[in-house]
């Protein structure tokens, strides 16, 4: 069956430096993978979407690559801030509407 | 302002009575969506709808019916909820144009069986 997974342990890290959170998927071929961010208590916020023929995207601080031969895909936070604490959530999606999203991986940045 | 919204927000109820919670978005997307969330396991799609009339089984369906007669709404019935079906549901709309594009989701709606 299809598996996705994220790093279920906290990722602490000091302000400044770059957060690195792994998304590693088996048994699926998706054509698209996403980045969602999630604050307790609330609805998730996307961030990026990457397409299974694209290698990397950015967006300000954010990066994220896609590694279909690795089953993998990594989401950089640079010059990580106390703001950027939340939890991230993966994503992948056919081309036909069905998701499936990683359990997530919380981020947590100390001054 | 573009939103999507969900009714109730927070729901306790009895096994087998049956209830309705609400999605509507004013994004005029054609793909709207339905989750739940429990710990541990993240989000798990139930239903989705790529346009009106058109509706799709997700990871899990069971227990849980949709309908979309119209583009901006998109409501989730549970016709005998039981207590396991005690979940943070969320509800989601997207541009849906040979693929998906970024998901705007509701503010969730907390739902207690006993």
Same mark, same amino acid.
């Given at each position: ?7 279920? +342990? ?41 397409? +299974?023929? +694209?290698? +990397? ?15 993998? /895909? ?5 010059? /990580? ?31 | ?9 927070? @729901? ?45 089984? #997700?990871?899990?369906?069971? #227990? ?13 019935? @549970? ?8 979940? @943070? ?9 040979? #693929? ?5 989701? #509701?503010?969730?709606?907390? @739902?207690?069986?006993?």
């Amino acid at each position: 069956s299809q598996k996705i997974e994220q790093n279920s +342990e906290a990722l602490n890290i000091q302000e400044g430096k770059t957060a690195t959170l792994t998304c590693n998927y088996t048994n699926y071929s998706p054509a698209y993978l996403q980045w969602y961010r999630q604050d307790p208590g609330r609805g998730p916020v996307f961030l990026l979407l990457i397409r +299974e023929n +694209e290698k +990397e995207k950015r967006k300000e601080r954010l990066k994220v690559t896609f590694d279909t031969t690795l089953k993998q /895909s990594l989401f950089h936070i640079t010059a /990580s801030q106390p703001a950027d604490s939340a939890t991230y959530l993966c994503a992948l999606s056919d081309s036909w509407g069905k998701l499936q999203f990683g359990a997530g991986t919380q981020v947590v940045v100390t001054p | 302002e573009a939103q999507v919204t969900q009714n109730p927000r927070y @729901l306790i109820t009895v096994t087998g009575k049956k209830l309705t919670v609400t999605c509507s978005q004013n994004m005029n997307h054609e793909y709207m969506s339905w989750y739940r969330q429990d710990p541990g396991l993240g989000l798990r799609q139930i239903y989705y709808s790529m346009n009106v009339e058109v509706t799709d089984k #997700g990871d899990v369906p069971e #227990g849980y019916k949709v309908s979309r007669k119209e583009k901006r709404n998109f409501p989730l019935i @549970l016709e005998s909820p039981s207590p396991n079906q005690t979940s @943070l549901y969320f509800c989601a709309s997207s541009l849906w144009a040979q #693929g998906p594009y970024e998901q705007y989701f #509701g503010p969730g709606t907390r @739902l207690t069986v006993t």
